[in-house]
């Protein structure tokens, strides 16, 4: 939902979150930003950086459930913290899990 004249300003801001604070991070360990108004949780697994963005009810809080989800599913789909080459063989398989759990929930809040 960015339009597309602010998406470069993000990905150069998180590349630069990332390159500032991820060095020397466990996996998993979260860490929380924010920036014009949104939050940003992120965190390491394995090779790969996860940035979960959000604003409104969306905070920090929220954030941190939804990235502990993701870090999961990747984890089950990968059986390890991934590679960058695992984390690209399973791509598809990740995104269809994480498609399920969306699906899941948002038919669960609609019952």
């Given amino acids: 939902g960015v339009p597309a004249e602010e998406r470069l300003h993000w990905r150069s801001f998180l590349v630069k979150l990332g390159a500032d604070n991820l060095k020397g991070v466990k996996n998993e360990e979260l860490l929380v930003a924010s920036h014009k108004s949104v939050y940003i949780v992120y965190t390491v697994l394995g090779d790969v950086s996860i940035y979960v963005v959000g604003k409104d009810e969306y905070d920090e809080l929220t954030l941190s459930e939804v990235i502990y989800v993701i870090t999961q599913a990747i ?24 498609d399920e759990i969306v699906w899941k929930v948002g038919k669960k809040n609609t019952l």
């Avoid at 990968?78 to 695992?86: A, D, H, I």
């Fill in 75 to 98: 984890r089950d789909v990968c059986g390890k913290p991934p590679t960058e080459r695992l984390f690209l063989d399973k791509y598809g398989k990740i995104c269809l899990c994480l």
